[in-house]
């Protein structure tokens, strides 16, 4: 994606805009889920059950999917399956990046809260490359260079590496002592988050790497439970308060778990969220939001 574009998702005038869900069509995609969570398909009685609706309505539905090719039905077995309309429905998907992919959930919440917001990959040589950017249109920002790469443990993102692939703590102790901070956490400090990253499903820095940004970052994890990609926000010292970092947190749990699910098959069940905690509250009651304004965001990353 050319670093100037501009996103179609830029027209934040509809973003908000949501109606009520329509009832048919919330029943259709959760007939689609049971049959795809079935890969050798599903009678009719299976796929209702699993969907939560019933039986003539799941027929009704199932009869028009079937007609559209975007379900497939065998008259011997009386099996349902995913059809090959589905996959045409898919195709635009198939060459689409991870950036892309998680691109406009992203944008969304990046311009809920007015900040940056980033996607990095894990590498396998204990490292994370930044894949793309979301960055407010305004004079004063968080700016992060495309391809720029961190330690694997380093800040937010890292912690929630560190929580997904459980680490023992004397590696993660080891590399911390070599990462740049700027306000160096101590090693309990940091394994205590790392566990409640763990519990809760994304992680807060506050001032420890870069020193007067607060991120907040959560893993998109594969089938195996590894980090695969790890998605971030990332805000000036004392722009986000209240309980605003829980409710980030949690959101950016929400969407790395529905990332998972869609780029690798994961389940879609969120863990045990902790009590909210006063104390990772952005602790700096007295700083500003230093970039004012809700003007739309400019999203850049790897073409």
């Given amino acids: ?9 830029d027209n934040t005038e509809h973003l ?3 109606g009520r869900d329509v009832a048919a069509v919330i029943q259709a995609l959760a ?14 009685s299976v796929i209702a059950k699993a969907a939560g609706v019933s039986r003539s309505t799941t027929l009704n539905i199932i009869r028009t999917l079937v007609n559209q090719r975007i379900v497939s039905f065998s008259r011997d077995t009386k099996v349902y399956r995913l059809g090959i309309g589905l996959l045409e429905l898919s195709r635009p998907l198939l060459n689409r990046s991870e950036f892309e992919l998680i691109e406009p959930d992203l944008y969304q919440i990046a311009t809920r809260f007015e900040t940056t917001a980033s996607i990095w990959l894990v590498l396998n040589n204990g490292r994370l490359l930044l894949l793309g950017r979301i960055a ?8 992060f260079r495309i391809a720029t790469r961190l330690p694997l443990y380093a800040g937010a993102t890292g912690l929630v590496v560190a929580a997904a692939h459980q680490a023992p703590d004397d590696e993660i102790i080891d590399a911390m002592a070599r990462i740049r901070w700027a306000v160096p956490p101590t090693p309990e400090a940091y394994l ?15 001032g420890h790497l870069i020193r007067g940004v ?15 990609l790890v998605v971030g926000v990332h805000a000036f010292q ?14 950016l749990h929400a969407l790395a778990t529905r990332s998972g699910a869609a ?3 994961t389940s879609a069940t969120a863990p045990v969220e902790e009590p909210a905690q006063q104390t990772r509250h952005d602790p700096s009651p007295t700083a500003r939001k230093t970039h004012v304004g809700s003007r739309p965001l400019r999203q850049k990353g790897i073409a």
């Fill in 31 to 44: 007939i689609l889920r049971a049959i795809g969570a079935q890969h050798k398909g599903a009678t009719l």
């Fill in 192 to 206: 205590a988050e790392a566990k409640r990253a763990r519990a809760r499903g994304y992680a807060v820095d506050i």
């Fill in 263 to 265: 780029l690798y098959q």
């Fill in 136 to 143: 407010p249109d305004s004079y004063i920002r968080i700016e």
């Fill in 238 to 251: 004392g722009q986000l308060v209240g309980n605003e970092i829980t409710k980030l947190g949690r959101e």
């Fill in 214 to 228: 607060t991120s907040v970052a959560a893993a998109v994890c594969d089938r195996s439970g590894r980090a695969r």
């Fill in 1 to 9: 994606m050319p670093e100037d574009a501009t996103s179609a998702f």
């Fill in 16 to 18: 908000m805009d949501v």
